[in-house]
């Protein structure tokens, strides 16, 4: 798939989910040196346990004499590719871009992690238009072993970065202000011409433009702490998009790139027009023009013959193949008995298991080749059958959260909020969120996640048989009970000094954790 200084990454198909997938494999060099491979380390362990609909997912990593990394392939391309292809982006679609990377950004500051590597190539898209992050947190803690060539190719760092400083969150803020501002130069150089049935549209899309550059202006300050956190920029950048009007699709392409692709070597011969041709040379001209004079009739007939027979073959063999080859019929939304019925052993049918939303378990969802294609007898048809809509990570992070800031965080990664069941928990006040119910860490798209709310501690039980111990053996099966102890000296005609006369509340009753209970002591009798 491509290359940098220090990996290369290749298209792979995982079999055990049977999809597609990126394999990035590190220099060997890397884990001889033991400041980058534990920052490698540690990175990687940060990739494994961050989850966001706007990182890309981590599906498997390891270390050893060849460090790899394991990610899911995304088919929409990169923001890079958009730019190459002059791609036409309104201010409402790269304020949504914007607004999308910035999700992703803020939540990786929240855990104390730095992208360091921000830029168009590592904002990928899916065939959705989804919008994710890659390379995040496999910087290294500062520029001082990054080499020349990673500093020079990198247009994106900021200042900081370039001369050598500690990364920190406010890079990150300079790096994606400047894919904002090149996606507005770029814009305003495609949309320089517009007729006056336009004017309306592009009103309001230059004051989303400007809106955009007023708000990432302060990101470009030398000073770090001039510049907006990723959590600020984040909450204006959804306001632009709330006032701007509806984006379209974005223009995203094949995850391929063609340029990948081996290319034609060059076999262009160079002549002197210039010089004064030689007699030798134009001797062997001569004989070869003579040449292939003569020969050129032989050439023909052969041709002639070789093309006569062909037709003939063709022509005798046209009634054959039109009984041995027959075009493949529309499948979609068949189940697979109804296809074995269709097709009838004419052709090899093979599955492959895949997930859509918006589609059910058990239907075909496409065929290879496609539905027209002529396919001859007994050839291979491979059909695409569907097991539901894709699956959905179920986001961390839900417990202490209220009801609704859980439903919006299942909302986020296209999950419902389903059944909400209380049940006591000594940490999490009442009312909040304890986790999701299910032990599963994904469901597909749509599905609703039950969850635990707390009702607060379990109630305590008064302890019994406390009347005649002292005050110190009550105070301490009390407090062991969760409870309180607070003691009211009181006269009492036959019961010694010291000794527990009674409890308030009385034993057996149940009250919340850390509530008082009084216990009567008694100060013997009156005295007359």
């Given at each position: 798939?491509?290359?940098?200084?220090?990996?290369?990454?290749?298209?792979?198909?995982?079999?055990?989910?049977?999809?597609?997938?990126?394999?990035?494999?590190?220099?060997?060099?890397?884990?001889?040196?033991?400041?980058?491979?534990?920052?490698?380390?540690?990175?990687?362990?940060?990739?494994?346990?961050?989850?966001?609909?706007?990182?890309?997912?981590?599906?498997?990593?390891?270390?050893?004499?060849?460090?790899?990394?394991?990610?899911?392939?995304?088919?929409?391309?990169?923001?890079?590719?958009?730019?190459?292809?002059?791609?036409?982006?309104?201010?409402?679609?790269?304020?949504?871009?914007?607004?999308?990377?910035?999700?992703?950004?803020?939540?990786?500051?929240?855990?104390?992690?730095?992208?360091?590597?921000?830029?168009?190539?590592?904002?990928?898209?899916?065939?959705?238009?989804?919008?994710?992050?890659?390379?995040?947190?496999?910087?290294?803690?500062?520029?001082?072993?990054?080499?020349?060539?990673?500093?020079?190719?990198?247009?994106?760092?900021?200042?900081?970065?370039?001369?050598?400083?500690?990364?920190?969150?406010?890079?990150?803020?300079?790096?994606?202000?400047?894919?904002?501002?090149?996606?507005?130069?770029?814009?305003?150089?495609?949309?320089?011409?517009?007729?006056?049935?336009?004017?309306?549209?592009?009103?309001?899309?230059?004051?989303?433009?400007?809106?955009?550059?007023?708000?990432?202006?302060?990101?470009?300050?030398?000073?770090?702490?001039?510049?907006?956190?990723?959590?600020?920029?984040?909450?204006k950048f959804t306001q632009i998009s709330l006032k701007s009007e509806n984006s379209a699709l974005l223009p995203v392409e094949s995850g391929l790139n063609p340029d990948f692709f081996n290319q034609v070597p060059d076999q262009t011969e160079l002549f002197d027009t210039v010089g004064k041709p030689n007699l030798k040379l134009r001797i062997k001209h001569t004989v070869l023009y003579l040449k292939a004079r003569i020969t050129r009739w032989v050439w023909l007939l052969l041709m002639g013959v070789l093309v006569t027979g062909m037709i003939i073959i063709i022509n005798e063999n046209d009634n054959e193949e039109d009984i041995l080859s027959s075009p493949v019929p529309e499948v979609s939304g068949l189940t697979v008995e109804k296809l074995f019925e269709q097709v009838d052993g004419f052709w090899v049918l093979k599955e492959a298991l895949t997930r859509q939303d918006g589609s059910q378990a058990g239907e075909i969802l496409k065929t290879i080749p496609i539905e027209g294609t002529d396919l001859g007898e007994g050839e291979v048809l491979t059909y695409f059958l569907s097991l539901g809509p894709e699956l959905r990570t179920i986001p961390n992070g839900l417990a202490g959260l209220t009801v609704v800031e859980a439903e919006s965080a299942l909302l986020g990664v296209r999950l419902q909020l389903g059944e909400v069941s209380e049940v006591s928990n000594e940490n999490i006040a009442a009312g909040l969120v304890i986790g999701p119910s299910t032990l599963m860490d994904e469901l597909p798209t749509g599905t609703e996640v039950d969850i635990d709310i707390s009702s607060g501690p379990e109630l305590r039980t008064v302890p019994s048989g406390l009347v005649g111990d002292t005050f110190e053996l009550a105070e301490t099966a009390i407090v062991l009970e969760g409870l309180q102890a607070q003691v009211i000296e009181v006269f009492h005609p036959n019961i010694g000094v010291g000794k527990v006369i009674g409890l308030d509340p009385e034993s057996g009753t149940q009250i919340p954790r850390d509530a008082i209970v009084n216990i009567l002591v008694s100060k013997g009798p009156v005295n007359d």
């Open positions: 798939m491509g290359h940098s200084p220090r990996a290369q990454a290749y298209l792979a198909d995982d079999i055990r989910v049977r999809k597609q997938v990126i394999v990035k494999i590190f220099e060997q060099s890397l884990s001889r040196n033991d400041n980058i491979s534990e920052d490698l380390n540690n990175g990687l362990q940060s990739l494994s346990k961050s989850s966001h609909p706007n990182l890309l997912k981590v599906v498997d990593w390891g270390l050893g004499d060849h460090p790899y990394i394991v990610t899911d392939f995304l088919a929409g391309g990169s923001l890079r590719g958009m730019l190459s292809r002059n791609a036409t982006l309104s201010g409402a679609q790269i304020s949504f871009i914007g607004t999308e990377v910035l999700k992703g950004i803020s939540y990786l500051h929240e855990r104390g992690i730095v992208h360091g590597s921000l830029k168009p190539e590592n904002i990928l898209f899916d065939i959705n238009g989804d919008t994710k992050l890659a390379e995040f947190g496999l910087n290294r803690k500062s520029s001082h072993n990054a080499n020349d060539e990673e500093v020079i190719d990198n247009l994106y760092l900021s200042p900081e970065q370039r001369n050598g400083e500690t990364l920190s969150p406010p890079s990150d803020v300079y790096s994606f202000a400047l894919i904002i501002k090149e996606l507005i130069e770029k814009q305003l150089v495609l949309g320089s011409s517009i007729n006056e049935e336009e004017a309306g549209p592009q009103n309001r899309n230059e004051e989303t433009l400007n809106s955009l550059k007023a708000t990432i202006r302060g990101s470009f300050s030398e000073n770090i702490s001039d510049r907006l956190s990723a959590s600020e920029l984040l909450e």
